[in-house]
């Protein structure tokens, strides 16, 4: 059974930082692109955030967390980082890793990833 593991999530002030770990059990890491989505409160639609490509590494960011956010994957441990530094309260989300998808340079989509995991909770608040 595919499964996405997430963990790091949690309450920091402005300014601070946050490491999201995204681990895969029953399929590798280099199964096509791994993303991390943000659910932010009021909003409808999920939020693209960073994309990895399992070939090449190359990357993609949201315009809104370039220079902030860092995605990073170690295939020996099948897991996917998400480095946060910066944070602002419009960060505040729950944060959703998704597998199997597709990391196009233009962009990516929820539509487009086939495993999802139970998201965790990133809450930016002084």
């Known amino acids: 059974q595919l499964q996405l593991v997430e963990s790091g999530g949690g309450l920091v002030q402005p300014g601070g930082s946050l490491t999201l770990s995204c681990t895969a059990n029953?399929?590798?890491?280099?199964?096509?692109?791994i993303a991390w989505f943000r659910q932010v409160p009021g909003k409808e639609r999920r939020e693209g955030v960073a994309?990895?490509?399992?070939?090449?590494?190359?990357?993609n960011y949201a315009d809104s967390v370039k220079g902030r956010f860092t995605i990073a994957k170690d295939s020996a441990k099948n897991t996917v980082y998400l480095q946060m530094n910066d944070l602002r309260p419009e960060d505040t989300g729950v944060y959703y890793c998704?597998?199997?998808?597709?990391?196009?340079?233009?962009?990516?989509?929820?539509?487009?990833?086939?495993?999802w995991g139970q998201g965790t909770q990133v809450t930016i608040s002084s």
């Open positions: 994309c990895i490509r399992a070939t090449w590494s190359m990357v």
């Open positions: 998704a597998a199997q998808g597709f990391c196009g340079t233009s962009g990516f989509i929820p539509i487009d990833f086939g495993s």
């Open positions: 029953g399929f590798t890491a280099d199964d096509g692109g």
